[in-house]
């Protein structure tokens, strides 16, 4: 796994070294393009939750023991928290590192259509989550390691099931605390997005997996919903927790948002994104609605807090 050299600036902004990340001889192609539009709602029973205190499917496989799109699968292999049981979720030490720290992270150069640009922007993003993370966790009683990245090129295997799975671009691996992203297949699902920021945000959101990861949440997460009687009750904590993920990745890319830059524009592009990627059909949604997707996304972003994103506690509607 490869990291980055990280130094001082005057302005107590952290910085880093670049560093050129390789591309692996059989992974050399070419691609094409997208875009729509969002909107943004802010209800009052949110930022009261969020101011107290794309792309898990589930916790488990898809039917075809396959990972989904942006999925979290595999078994719980356990975090650091310091709460047990329920508290896990709802009254875990990482709502009480406050605000993460401003983080110098420019965005690189990217051109989704070429896999060797792509691989570096995703490698040099993932630099800027190790040490905006890193440092989140350092100010609670949560141990924190870096997830192991596997971004991949052609087909293989994981842990977690065999990839990639049809519709499947990025996805968390708990059993190995694995970051797995197909460098070529999130421009294809990502409708060849010309956005940086949208990459980002995809990126963001598994690795959000990852910190729910090290900080116990998703290996409680994945018990208490194999209890669950029903699907309906399944998909209700699957949606916490996805909507969990979109809230901590806006925190990630506040912490980003002076240096990358994230201006209104950015904002948009990465909220039109969050949207897209929710469920748009009723009665059978594990990553919340599109409304719900982009609010929670925009929440993070606004306050920046892991506090903000404790859906385990939001009422019903604000994760349906």
Known sequence: MATASTSARPDGVRGRESRRYELPEYARARRRRLNPVVTMVLLTGLSAI???????????????GRPAAGAVAGPPAGG???????????????????ALTEVACPAPDLDPDDPESMAAFLH????????????EFAGTD???????????????????????AEGTAAFYCQANKGLY??????????????????????????????????????????????????AQDRHLMTRRSELQANCLGGAFLNSVGRTFPITDRERA??????????????????????????MWTAHGMDLGDPAACNTWIAREDLVE
């Open 50 to 64: 969020g101011l107290a205190g794309f792309v898990s499917v589930s916790a488990v496989f898809a039917d075809s």
């Open 80 to 98: 650091g928290a310091v709460a047990e049981g329920p508290a896990v979720l709802t009254d875990n030490p990482l709502y009480e590192g406050g």
């Open 124 to 135: 040099e993003m993932t630099d800027c989550l190790d040490e905006a993370w890193s440092e």
């Open 142 to 164: 949560l141990p924190f390691e870096n997830p192991s990245r596997i971004y991949w090129y052609a087909a293989g295997q994981s842990p977690c099931g065999n990839f990639p």
């Open 181 to 230: 992203l197909g460098v070529e297949d999130i421009v294809r699902n990502s409708g060849d997005s010309r956005h940086p920021e949208a990459y980002t945000f995809l990126l963001s959101h598994e690795y959000a997996h990852h910190v729910q990861g090290e900080a116990g949440i998703l290996g409680y997460y994945h018990s208490a919903r194999s209890r669950q009687d029903s």
């Open 269 to 294: 592009n990465i909220l039109e994104d969050a949207e897209r990627r929710g469920d748009y059909t009723p009665g059978d949604r594990t990553h919340g609605s599109p409304e719900n997707g982009g």
